[in-house]
């Protein structure tokens, strides 16, 4: 099991424990925006994990809006830490490690990066939690490799994501066996429900969704039985500044949250 946050928003992650969440913008638009969704979302998860991106260092298009940066980016995150409520956010390279983990309760390696031993083995030497995303191209089996760079450090606090495997040209595919494939290496999984349907590349300078299947994979995934559910949520998707077009509309995530974790009890039979 992983544990961040202390008290009342403690979150653990344990493939075996009360299902997770993960959730926020895929990006830091301002300070206010951030913030309120902080907020919007702690009144329907009491204790959850927060991820924004200080830079998406990965867009389509060479004009898309990336985030404030490293250090404005860190200084809003560390505002939501003030708040009581544990942060996730992304490196993207060995040198950004130390520093995001100053704020970062959780330091996430993106998929397209998960088979970069230096990135991995800094993000361990911070002693934070890592959660991995598994690439579109690495099987669920092959994922455990990612795992061991970090453990090499000492640092056994790893979380697994399954974010979709690449299915021809701009699209994804879920195969459910991946979950207990990566459940068997012994760390938490958790299912990436928002970017599982994003279309990559579809709108040209952009990547497209469709997020009418959030639902019905979320609820496929936590049926297996996971540790966490990671979901993009923005007040307005067809506002957002990144993945909207995968995101979760911020007023359907209570119903949402509610219905997994009436599947999660089940399966779990608590």
Not at 20 to 35: F, M, Q, R, Y
Not at 62 to 83: A, Q
Not at 86 to 105: F, M, R
């Amino acid at each position: 099991m992983v544990a961040v946050g202390a008290g009342s928003s403690q979150v653990t992650f344990g493939n075996h424990s009360p299902l997770a969440l993960i959730a926020g913008p895929c990006v830091i638009e301002s300070e206010e925006h951030t913030l309120r969704m902080a907020k919007a979302i702690r009144e329907i998860a009491r204790a959850y994990v927060f991820k924004a991106s200080f830079d998406k260092a990965n867009r389509s298009s060479v004009n898309s809006y990336r985030g404030p940066g490293l250090t404005e980016g860190l200084r809003i995150l560390g505002e939501v830490k003030k708040l009581g409520i544990p942060v996730l956010t992304d490196i993207h390279e060995p040198a950004q490690a130390a520093q995001a983990a100053e704020i970062a309760d959780i330091l996430q390696i993106p998929a397209f990066l998960c088979r970069q031993t230096d990135l991995l083995v800094e993000a361990g030497n911070t002693s934070r939690a890592v959660n991995i995303k598994k690439g579109q191209f690495v099987s669920p089996a092959d994922i455990r490799h990612a795992a061991e760079k970090v453990a090499s450090t000492g640092n056994e606090r790893i979380i697994l994501t399954e974010r979709g495997s690449s299915f021809g040209y701009n699209n994804l595919v879920v195969d459910m066996r991946g979950l207990p494939i990566m459940a068997a290496t012994g760390y938490p999984v958790v299912f990436d429900a928002t970017h599982s349907v994003q279309l990559p590349g579809a709108a040209g300078t952009a990547s497209g969704g469709q997020p009418e299947f959030i639902e019905p994979l979320a609820r496929a995934a936590t049926a297996v039985g996971i540790a966490g559910v990671f979901v993009e949520v923005h007040d307005r998707p067809e506002k957002a500044l990144s993945d909207g077009a995968n995101a979760l509309r911020l007023s359907l995530l209570a119903a949402f949250w509610e219905r997994l974790n009436a599947i999660d009890q089940l399966v779990k039979r608590r």
